[in-house]
């Protein structure tokens, strides 16, 4: 039951800001048929097949008040995903740099850079996610005529960093 709350949460998220496909959002309502929850919205949701997004938000949205599940604001989705996706980098669920990923893709989506202060993320305190994310690139890219071993050390010590820094993120905004 938490799972599939979380799931719904995480479902409603990105749905707000626009990071999900309708098939996507037709394959929780399959999901939710499976496990035997229905309401009518989820019914139709489930089983129309080739629905367009124009068609597929709105039952997902009836979906979501069904199960009362509140669809957040773009704001409270940010915060959604960031606490999932940084929680997943702290308790070493997916790695450093593909959980880092995660939090860039919501950053882009969410237009986080257009919030920023003096630092970039700084308005969600990401920046030094931000800062390792990019960090990662200049360990693996090389400059033309340098060698192209990749420093594992080097990497292996940010994936420390980052896995520090998302769980002190974690004890300051929750996961």
């Known amino acids: 039951m938490a799972k599939r709350s979380q799931d719904l949460k995480l479902a409603a998220?990105?749905?707000v800001l626009g990071n999900v496909a309708s098939e996507e959002l037709a394959r929780v309502a399959d999901t939710l048929l499976t496990e035997g929850v229905y309401s009518s919205a989820i019914g139709e949701f489930g089983t129309t097949r080739g629905?367009?997004?124009a068609e597929a938000g709105p039952l997902f949205e009836q979906a979501l008040r069904d199960l009362n599940v509140d669809v957040p604001s773009p704001e409270e989705a940010v915060w959604v995903l960031l606490r999932y996706h940084i929680g997943r980098i702290a308790s070493e669920e997916v790695s450093p740099r593909e959980g880092l990923q995660s939090v860039l893709e919501v950053y882009d989506r969410a237009h986080l850079h257009?919030?920023?202060?003096t630092y970039v993320g700084d308005s969600h305190g990401i920046e030094q996610l931000v800062a390792a994310y990019w960090e990662?690139?200049?360990l693996h890219g090389r400059p033309v005529g340098e060698s192209l071993e990749t420093d594992l050390e080097a990497?292996?010590?940010l994936d420390?960093?980052?896995v520090r820094a998302a769980t002190e993120w974690v004890g300051e905004h929750g996961a």
């Open 51 to 53: 629905l367009v997004m």
């Open 13 to 15: 998220a990105r749905y």
């Open 136 to 138: 990662y690139d200049c």
């Open 155 to 157: 990497i292996r010590a």
């Open 160 to 162: 420390d960093t980052v």
């Open 114 to 117: 257009e919030q920023s202060g």
